[in-house]
């Protein structure tokens, strides 16, 4: 019996921490929306730096304070300490480098996810004052899918032959993204859309920041309100090819969770501080392309030939070093001007 054939972080033992967790992040997140965003208003480039700036330090607070939480749980667990040869030191920092590496994951596909944003709030004609509460309620509902998806890839990774369809999905994912031509978005003629439109009243102008309107004492739905459930729709298709993706990485799922969670949390800010250049980084999509290549060739090939795991130091290496090329190579050759997008 070897570290991987244990779970570090059993559901049974470690409920209390994804409650604890969760309890945190909602406590956040009430803070944020009730104390620092509680007027509506735009969001400055400051602001919006100053904020990923902030939750990027949260995330590697967090990281830290579990490798030292590894360090003190793991020697105290009778289960790890029967494994023969079992190294506390070199299992805390496996825990932490999957963590941040699973957090740049996470981050870096969000990016790709930007575009789509700023194509959706063009569409329903929010303005940007108005657009942080949106992405705020639409955290709260990821929150609730992500943990529905990571509960049932951890449920499906108990099948060996699991592993294989994750990474052969992810493989397909990728090259589908790396040849694929831009896909114009269509909000108008969804069909959950258009489903919504007939049991509730769509108004055909915002009413503040509210998502439903009281006309005639007959409630309304706005545009925010579609705007927010579009959104909710695209996050669960994300879902789809980032969970797979993280736990290529990490079968933790305890890892999986906050790694998320923390990747999500960023994305709003990221979104303001990006959302005007989003454009520039046309080459971004090939280097998320070869990185969910490469975490697929991870989990269907490669981590067989490093008896069962991929060198956790070297798979973050790589990320960051094709993502970081990816965007370097966008701001060095930009798009002519005849092949910017539309605004």
Request: glycine share 8%; with cysteine; charged share 10%.
């Amino acid at each position: 019996m070897t570290a991987t054939d244990v779970a570090l972080f059993p559901f049974a033992d470690y409920w209390w921490f994804y409650l604890a967790f969760t309890a945190a992040v909602l406590l956040l997140l009430v803070l944020d929306l009730g104390l620092f965003h509680r007027k509506a208003h735009t969001v400055s480039f400051t602001e919006a730096g100053t904020w990923t700036f902030v939750w990027a330090v949260m995330a590697l607070a967090f990281c830290f304070g579990l490798y030292q939480y590894c360090l003190w749980a793991f020697p105290q667990d009778p289960r790890l300490m029967a494994i023969p040869g079992f190294n506390t030191a070199a299992e805390a920092k496996q825990v932490a480098l999957e963590f941040l590496t699973g957090y740049v994951l996470e981050e870096s596909l969000s990016v790709d996810n930007m575009f789509v944003f700023v194509v959706v709030f063009g569409f329903f004609g929010i303005p940007q004052q108005y657009q942080h509460r949106v992405l705020f309620f639409g955290i709260i509902g990821a929150l609730a899918f992500r943990a529905i998806f990571i509960a049932l890839g951890s449920a499906l990774l108990h099948f060996q032959w699991m592993i294989l369809v994750f990474g052969g999905i992810l493989i397909v994912t990728g090259l589908k993204m790396m040849f694929s031509s831009d896909e114009a978005i269509d909000p108008e003629h969804n069909k959950i859309l258009r489903l919504i439109k007939r049991f509730v009243p769509i108004t055909n102008t915002l009413h503040g920041s509210h998502f439903f309107h009281i006309e005639n004492g007959k409630r309304y739905g706005t545009p925010l309100l579609l705007c927010l459930v579009f959104l909710e729709m695209t996050d669960i298709l994300f879902a789809v090819d980032s969970v797979p993706a993280i736990f290529g990485v990490t079968q933790e799922p305890l890892i999986v969770f906050t790694s998320n969670i923390f990747a999500i949390l960023g994305l709003r800010s990221l979104f303001f501080l990006l959302a005007g250049a989003v454009h520039l980084f046309h080459l971004l999509k090939y280097g998320l392309s070869v990185v969910l290549i490469f975490v697929g060739l991870k989990m269907a090939w490669l981590n067989s030939l490093f008896n069962g795991h991929f060198p956790i130091l070297l798979s973050l290496g790589i990320i960051l070093g094709v993502i970081g090329a990816s965007i370097v190579l966008s701001l060095a050759f930009p798009k002519k001007p005849d092949e910017q997008p539309a605004a």
